[in-house]
């Protein structure tokens, strides 16, 4: 799913969608989407200490969703993700 969401964001930021919550973070740009994923972030961590599961996964879900979006607005992908974390944990010489 982290994928098609990926995807979904990369489409909506090449083809804005009148009405679109993602379209108006693009519009607002860099600094509201790192914002956004602070405010999600604190939000995960208030969860996580003092929430219940439901609103754990929920809030993580919302954390995973702006990350991605400010992916898009750096122009990086879950690849360029993946292949730092597979750089990081392979053996060294």
Same mark, same amino acid.
């Given at each position: 799913m982290l994928k098609q969401l990926e995807a979904i964001i990369r489409d909506r930021?090449?083809?804005?969608?009148?009405?679109s919550y993602t379209n108006r973070l693009?519009?607002?740009?860099?600094?509201?989407?790192a914002q956004k994923v602070g405010e999600e972030a604190v939000e995960t961590i208030i969860?996580? +200490?003092e929430q219940g599961?439901? *609103?754990?996964v929920s809030e993580l879900a919302d954390l995973f969703y702006h990350v991605l979006?400010?992916?898009a607005e750096l122009d990086l992908? +879950?690849?360029?993700i993946e292949? *730092?974390?597979?750089?990081?944990?392979?053996?060294?010489?």
């Open positions: 930021k090449l083809n804005p969608a009148e009405g693009f519009d607002e740009g860099r600094g509201k989407i969860a996580a +200490l599961r439901q *609103e754990q979006v400010l992916m992908s +879950l690849q360029d292949l *730092e974390l597979q750089n990081r944990h392979r053996p060294r010489d």
